[in-house]
């Protein structure tokens, strides 16, 4: 059977409430394949039990690098491509080293990275590290453009604790396109601590990459960004790894699941079908001090989320995503899917299982950041695609941070509909959320956070080095669409003392070792 809806409720008018609910999966059903109507983009969507999961999970491979003593080295070339998701349809597509998504970079910290990366695409991309600490100049960010057949190699030392990080494409202005089409991957990082856990960690084994995305195909099975509800897109087909109606065998009593929500614009409630309860153990900045045993993990796009089930032998259980609690006003919760629910993956266990520990009751140390050493709070209200009343501008300086400190920053969702908020450079801690501390899933490192409407999230991060008053970090709304209409603003680091004039010059692949041209090696 193909994945289905199997409601629709058209939103006539929110102000009001005015709905019109039509049930069963009759002429209301959509198939995959079928188009969206104009004017058809607040509905009630749910495959939750239609999905028949014919399809073995694709697992991305593995980079392969190059290793000299401490130094490792990766190839990435973003490409065109063609997939098939659908049966008897082929899609165009985008990657990074294939058709479609890219391979998982696996580094571990004290290492010095590379990446000899080619744009193979007719038009301009680049290539952002998300969560990375690393400098500003090789952040991958809009000042990072690589243009059609340009090469680009940036270098830095792994500086974090091991964490779920990925990378995607950051043109300003086309972000939400470059990454629909294809464009995403993940970049592992390990460390002595986690090096050193009880944790399934056999990569493609038991410890599994969950690449959640939602697409909307048009009839000859290519991939539509058109109509959009105010947050962005929000697809009814899902794909994981894009991997359409996906089952994993599972051969360990614990398998690990590293999700990665990395739709424009969707929010995921994950839960499993059955219940069950299952132990959340890192979150988007790494390890937690110690596992959350819970029935739920809400994700926004860009965050990502570790978890640890259970298995026993011959059991069968979906990974589904429940309606979010998106904490806006009931009127507007379906226009901007809070009703929505998916299947996202089956786990089947075979009949034998290979015994895995327990998850540890400890992980990895959590040191919180004090809010009495912060030595300034700045405020952020975005309102509409705009941050404290800006739109993004590639020559303005929004915030200059000196090095060395530690910062709060009040972040406020002025609207009735979602945003999130990501910091590149920092992961940082959430203080209060309301004045109120943060539950635990939102107690680890984070780089990126949901915004509730009209609710105040007081942020922490400190700014430890890399400095440069002429190259910015990004903050952003990491709903993809409200990024490139305007939603981000910029930071330099500096030293004490450093004079910033708040303009800032553009920088080309020419510029300070940014892109280049050929494919020689960078001497540093």
Known sequence: MNQQLSRRTFLLGAATGLVITLAGCGSTARTPGDPVASGDVQFEASSAGAVDFR???VIPPLAPATVHGNQRSF??????GVSHFLPGQSTSTWGYNGALLGPTLRAHRGEEVIVNFRNDLDETTSVHWHGMHLPAAMDGGPHQSVGPGQTWQPYWTIAQPAATLWYHPHPHGATEQQVYQGLAGLFLIDDTISDGLALPNRYGVDDILVIVQDKVFNRAGELRLGERAETGLLGETILVNGTYAPYFTVTTTQVRLRILNGSTARIYHFGFSDERAFDLIATDGGLLAAPHRTTRIQLSPGERAEIVVAMAPNTVTTLRSFAPDLGTVLELVNAYGGQDRFDILQLRAAAQLQAAPDVPMTLAPLASLDARAATRTRTFRLDGRQIN??????????????????????????NLYPHNFHIHDVQFQILDIDASAPPPELAGWKDTVYLRPRTHYRLIMRFADYTTADLPYMYHCHLLWHEDNGMMGQFVVVEPGTAQTGELATHSCQDRHVCRTDAAPMQH
């Not at 190839?75 to 065109?80: G, K, P, S």
């Not at 993004?392 to 400190?405: E, L, N, P």
């Open 75 to 80: 190839t990435l070339v973003a490409q065109t």
């Open 389 to 414: 009343d800006q739109r993004m501008d590639m020559r303005r300086i929004d915030a200059v941070v000196t090095v060395g400190s530690t910062e709060i920053w009040d972040v406020f969702n002025q």
């Open 55 to 57: 399809n073995p999970l």
